[in-house]
């Protein structure tokens, strides 16, 4: 536990603290299925299946993918009986590593006051809990993302070489997650300007030089053994597709800057709340002009984050960078909203012995409430009716409107279930790869032999014979995903409409269900 300090806080700081877990753990478990199955979710939850029950323990290689978010969700698979949900509470878990680090890291940067508020601040943060409730990649990444920093800012305190080789193996476990985790190699090397006094001469530097080297390359050796697979190739390949290489830089550097820079923008300001976002920039500003130094770090994180991701997140499947792309921003900004509150209400205290006590509380308690309450508002949306919900307009188009989401994907679970109840059927599928609705149709039904799952493209004019020649045997479906405005079902199709699932009220896309009338 962190060292206590004098007064009422140093005497609870067990309690905050174990009620701040508790906080996290309630509003990041409850409601868990509240947001429909998302896209990317699927894939990884059906990955982690194949490396449970058929040994393929690098199958996400295949997409070019490093393979540790899907081990991590494997016990979890292992242990819960519903596939959303455990791919789901193995992303709370990752989040609540997420938490400690984070709380960690505000605690060896000023004490543990800062710590108790930049958890809270965490806990009501509607950035981190979205990605803390969602089985992808991302809460995995940030809270190995935090540890490595962590630990980076542990060996500058103390230069041991246990600390640098902890960020090592943090730093590779991350780049084994997604290489995201590559701005480590930009921070690392900075996280001794949190220190008081720094020695820029002698044997400090070369022993800080030497045990950063050996952190990063201990990350990298980590991040090759990959190279024993044959598909290690193909993470390159789909690294090309998002992310612009150092010539693309170097040859058009401002083609995308500048849309990233304000989407970047636009999404801290909604998804952090506007009260969290002035209170951390103003953190960020007010540790600069006092010269607490390790505003100078914060503000490293931010900076090399905010703009290397604007300059090389490619637009390639949609028309700006993803919130998910620069999650990792969010811990830094906390801490400094944290330590704009601590400093501020100190240098109130210190300045205000003539104003009366309970004016000053009064002060203080409205300030606390117009801080917390429109968080506190987004938060409960979120967690049980994200539709209603104040949300990024890329984040409410993937996961609640447009065509990754998987508005409707339960139902239809659901009422296959109650077919094949009555015997065999076949289900026919318009995505032939990764992805919805295909991977919902297997995670939920991977050994069930009274369904064949058949897959044709999305953009199909016919229906596959395949699908046609099954029906006259036995009952046969369509699960009909819409991938584009006007991706509808053709309308000479043999088929009738079971459901129809529109993803908002005005939304163009919706989900099918539709039931072949065989010929």
């Not at 494997?74 to 990752?94: M, N, Q």
């Not at 949609?318 to 921003?329: A, E, M, Q, V």
């Amino acid at each position: 536990m962190p060292k206590l300090e004098e007064g009422w806080f140093a005497k609870r700081s067990t309690l905050v603290f174990l009620s701040l877990v508790a906080a996290y753990l309630l509003t990041r478990l409850i409601f868990i299925r509240s947001l429909p199955i998302f896209y990317d979710e699927s894939i990884y939850i059906r990955w982690a299946q194949e490396a449970l029950f058929g040994g393929r323990w690098l199958v996400s290689l295949s997409d070019g993918k490093p393979p540790l978010h899907v081990w991590w969700m494997v016990p979890f698979i292992k242990f819960f009986r519903d596939p959303l949900s455990a791919g789901r509470i193995a992303s709370c878990f990752a989040g609540l590593l997420s938490f400690l680090g984070t709380v960690l890291i505000a605690r060896d940067l000023k004490d543990t006051k800062l710590g108790a508020l930049t958890g809270f601040f965490y806990v009501i943060c509607p950035f981190c809990l979205w990605y803390d409730r969602i089985a992808i990649t991302e809460g995995l990444l940030l809270a190995l993302f935090v540890f490595a920093v962590f630990f980076a800012i542990r060996a500058a305190n103390s230069s041991s070489p246990l600390y640098f080789v902890l960020t090592g193996v943090f730093f590779g476990l991350a780049l084994l997650t997604k290489g995201t985790a590559q701005l480590l190699v930009l921070i690392i090397p900075f996280t001794f300007l949190f220190k008081e006094k720094i020695a820029w001469r002698g044997r400090g530097v070369l022993r800080w030089i030497a045990g950063v080297a050996l952190s990063l390359l201990l990350g990298f050796a980590m991040y090759n053994a990959l190279r024993i697979s044959p598909l290690f190739g193909r993470i390159a390949e789909k690294t090309s597709r998002t992310t612009k290489t150092f010539s693309e830089v170097l040859s058009n550097p401002f083609d995308v800057f500048f849309t990233n820079f304000a989407t970047i923008l636009k999404t801290l300001w909604v998804f952090l709340t506007p009260p969290i976002f002035i209170l951390s920039f103003a953190g960020l500003i007010l540790g600069l002009a006092r010269r607490w130094r390790p505003a100078r770090l914060l503000c490293l994180w931010v900076v090399i984050v905010w703009v290397v991701e604007s300059l090389i997140a490619k637009h390639w499947m949609f028309p700006t960078i993803l919130p998910r792309f620069f999650l990792i921003l969010v811990p830094p900004l906390l801490i400094a909203a944290g330590y704009f509150i601590l400093d501020g209400f100190l240098y109130v205290r210190e300045r205000s012995g003539e104003i009366i006590k309970v004016t000053r509380v009064v002060f203080t308690g409205v300030l606390a409430l117009m801080v917390v309450a429109f968080p506190l508002y987004n938060v409960s949306a979120i967690v049980g009716s994200p539709s209603n919900a104040v949300l990024p307009e890329w984040i409410r188009f993937q996961y609640l409107e447009g065509w990754p989401a998987g508005i409707g994907v339960d139902e239809v679970i659901n009422y296959l279930k109650k077919e094949i109840s009555r015997g065999k059927i076949t289900v026919g599928s318009n995505m032939p790869g990764i992805g919805l609705p295909t991977d919902a149709l297997y995670i939920y039904f991977r050994d069930e032999k009274r369904m064949d799952i058949l897959t044709f493209r999305f953009d199909a004019s016919e229906i596959p014979m395949n699908v046609i020649r099954a029906s006259r045997k036995m009952p046969a479906y369509i699960v009909f995903n819409m991938f584009s405005a006007r991706n509808y079902p053709p309308s000479h199709w043999p088929v009738r409409v079971v459901r129809k699932f529109p993803k908002g009220e005005a939304s163009p896309y919706a989900l099918y269900l539709l039931k072949v009338v065989s010929p």
